[in-house]
């Protein structure tokens, strides 16, 4: 359909070829239009830096902008969603095998050096020994180069301290002598990707003009991808808001076309936390509650631990 292009959305997309099949997309109404702009678009973009994201935290902006998705869901009966925001005609895309198709073109992320990032991890459980505590600060300090990888292997920290039974495997599985097949932690930071995406919104750009059933699009239209409503409808998934490392390694996360890693080094973030949790367990410190269900947005900035030995 498309080729991924920025992490940014709609900041100079690269103009790619696309075609598409299924349900005709469909205008949306001038105030579907506002709807998407103010709790799906903007929130995205203003969520970033330690000001944007407290506030996105403290307001729950992702889960607003899922029930708005929803809405638009509903009113059109799953089809994409037509839509003119900013001067630029947008199709939002609502159903997951649509979706499917975008992630099919979408790079693999830049490989973070998985010997560095044991090195770093080692002097950051240093440090949280000789200090007890581990912030935000002290886990990028450590970090080859503090990018989304870094961020998602954080917040799965912060998943496993925070939810204990579910980690059980984890940790059983890292109190072998020789662990090499690293599942239930590759699960976890699965779940840290798919709770909180490194990309809150794909944008890509049609490069000439496509058919899509009854309609054609023009050339330049901007096809977006909500990732947080495909990763926690909880319309449609039993998991949507809750810690399940499990759906990675029993297929049920495979019956979702849309959900699939991106954006991140699975490899490197799953090093990284069987390195913290190898000898240590960590207890959450930071204000940030996790009952009764996930929040649909964490500030990674605000989380802290103690790793007690083990």
Not at 6 to 31: D, E, N, W
Not at 51 to 71: E, F, N, P, T, Y
Not at 262 to 289: I, M, Q, R
Request: a negative charge.
């Amino acid at each position: 359909m498309a080729e991924h292009l920025s992490t940014h959305p709609l900041h100079h997309p690269r103009r790619v070829r696309a075609s598409a099949t299924g349900k005709s997309p469909v205008r949306a109404s001038t105030s579907d239009a506002l709807r998407v702009a103010r709790q799906v678009v903007l929130p995205a973009l203003a969520a970033h830096g330690r000001a944007g994201l407290a506030v996105a935290q403290k307001r729950q902006w992702d889960a607003s902008a899922i029930g708005a998705m929803q809405h638009l869901r509903t009113e059109h009966d799953g089809a994409p969603v037509r839509l003119r925001i900013a001067g630029r005609d947008v199709v939002l895309l609502v159903d997951p095998t649509d979706v499917a198709r975008v992630l099919d073109r979408v790079p693999e992320p830049a490989v973070v050096d998985r010997t560095a990032v044991r090195h770093g991890m080692d002097l950051v459980v240093r440090h949280a020994d000789a200090t007890g505590s581990l912030d935000w600060a002290c886990f990028a300090g450590g970090w080859p180069q503090a990018d989304a990888t870094a961020v998602v292997a954080f917040r799965a920290l912060h998943l496993v301290a925070s939810y204990p039974h579910e980690a059980e495997p984890l940790r059983a599985e890292l109190d072998q002598d020789h662990p090499h097949e690293l599942d239930q932690t590759r699960a976890a930071v699965l779940e840290s990707g798919r709770l909180w995406p490194a990309e809150p919104l794909l944008v890509h750009r049609t490069t000439e003009p496509t058919t899509w059933g009854d309609v054609e699009l023009p050339a330049g239209t901007t096809l977006v991808v909500h990732t947080p409503f495909f990763h926690r409808d909880w319309q449609t998934l039993t998991y949507a808001n809750r810690f399940q490392p499990r759906i990675w390694l029993d297929g049920e996360a495979e019956e979702n076309p849309a959900l699939r890693p991106f954006g991140y080094d699975l490899d490197a973030a799953t090093t990284a936390l069987a390195a913290l949790l190898e000898h240590h367990t960590a207890v959450p410190t930071s204000a940030v509650s996790m009952t009764p269900d996930v929040p649909a947005t964490v500030n990674h900035l605000a989380l802290s631990f103690c790793l007690r030995a083990r």
